[in-house]
């Protein structure tokens, strides 16, 4: 069983609808991610946040919005989504990446299919 | 530019034999760490192995050893006797650590698939 708990496991929307995703960790890790990932492709970087505050935001549309109100809760709020949109959303924790060690590895949840309608 | 590249989008492998699937990374860091992960069909992404820059020797994890060339920047993933539930898709993926911060970037991935 994954570490790192996503819900909803699938989510249709429509283009005016407002729905959050949510991701829960309880291993003590102070950093929390956000990866948006279509179809067969590798998982692509929207949002870093280290110790509950956000230090990575890769250019994500406004319409994407992230939340992190404890160190182990991250939500990510939707609204007016796009078709295009539509992909697996997976969210991750690790340990705030040490200077030197590095062995770190992510750790993820299974993810949330969202579609657009 | 493409920072991980993974050359083999898909490959076939008997199983019980090893596979070799490649990986080269471009970084100016000198610190940095080389994880891969598998992602089955599911959609889960699992943690595999790490090597970290200034490792001296290759990392090995059961069934899991990373082929780790650091002067020609590849780090590649050999899976021994291969099962069929090894069948999935596999990342490369690195994390700079001066430039990047908690940042880890992937390769664009390859499939394998087991034959019985």
């Known amino acids: 069983d994954t570490e790192v708990t996503q819900t909803p496991k699938h989510l249709v929307m429509g283009m005016t609808n407002k729905k959050s995703l949510k991701c829960e960790q309880h291993?003590?890790?102070?950093?929390m991610y956000w990866y948006k990932q279509k179809a067969k492709k590798p998982p692509e970087l929207m949002f870093v946040?280290?110790?509950?505050?956000?230090?990575i935001n890769e250019s994500v549309p406004s319409r994407f919005s992230p939340e992190c109100p404890n160190s182990s809760l991250l939500n990510l709020h939707l609204h007016a989504l796009q078709p295009e949109d539509s992909a697996l959303y997976l969210c991750a924790s690790s340990q705030v990446f040490p200077r030197r060690t590095g062995n770190s590895p992510l750790h993820f949840g299974n993810g949330t299919r969202l579609t657009v309608t | 530019a493409q920072k991980i590249t993974q050359t083999q989008p898909g490959m076939f492998v008997q199983e019980k034999e090893a596979v070799t699937l490649d990986c080269t990374y471009d970084t100016s860091d000198q610190s940095y760490g080389l994880f891969w992960y598998k992602q089955p069909s599911s959609g889960e992404m699992i943690f595999l192995i790490y090597q970290g820059s200034y490792d001296e020797q290759n990392a090995t994890e059961g069934r899991y050893s990373l082929n780790f060339q650091k002067a020609r920047k590849s780090a590649n993933l050999v899976i021994s006797a291969s099962q069929l539930g090894d069948s999935a898709m596999y990342f490369c993926?690195?994390?700079?650590?001066?430039?990047?911060?908690?940042?880890?970037?992937f390769g664009g991935g390859t499939r394998v698939l087991v034959k019985p």
């Open positions: 291993m003590g890790h102070r950093a």
């Open positions: 993926a690195m994390r700079e650590y001066k430039a990047a911060g908690n940042k880890l970037t």
């Open positions: 946040y280290s110790y509950e505050k956000l230090s």
